[in-house]
Nanobody
Framework: QVQLVESGGGLVQAGGSLRLSCAAS????????MAWFRQAPGKEREFVAT????????NYADSVKGRFTISRDNAKNTVYLQMNSLKPEDTAVYYC?????????????????WGQGTQVTVSS
């Protein structure tokens, strides 16, 4: 069993930055890819970014490419999402996920473990 706890959300003005963290319990952290998804009010949850188990493969949604960076520290069992040049449309609850294939996946259904989410609000 893996437990995930996100932190780092908050209120920021458009153009600002935030860094989300997701701390994982369990000794199998380094064997899994990690991913970030988000869900805006009234919308379905959507893929944001994923990083492979070793950190060598990263993929991003087109909407965040060039602005967000996913990284991981396997020694600390933590994955990060650095978010720069934030826009009001980035406002959402952000979730980290793991338990899927080691190479990473954009598909929500491939992830077995999810955090509780952290709210990010970007004001215009």
């Amino acid at each position: 069993q893996v437990q995930l706890v996100e932190s780092g959300g908050g209120l920021v003005q458009a153009g600002g930055s935030l860094r989300l963290s997701c701390a994982a319990s369990g000794r199998t952290f380094s064997t899994y890819a990690m991913a970030w998804f988000r869900q805006a009010p009234g919308k379905e949850r959507e893929f944001v970014a994923t990083i492979s188990s070793g950190g060598g493969n990263r993929n991003y949604a087109d909407s965040v490419k060039g602005r967000f960076t996913i990284s991981r520290d396997n020694a600390k069992n933590t994955v990060y999402l650095q978010m720069n040049s934030l826009k009001p449309e980035d406002t959402a609850v952000y979730y980290c996920a793991t338990g899927g294939p080691s190479y990473g996946s954009r598909l929500e259904k491939t992830y077995a473990y999810w955090g509780q989410g952290t709210q990010v609000t970007v004001s215009s």
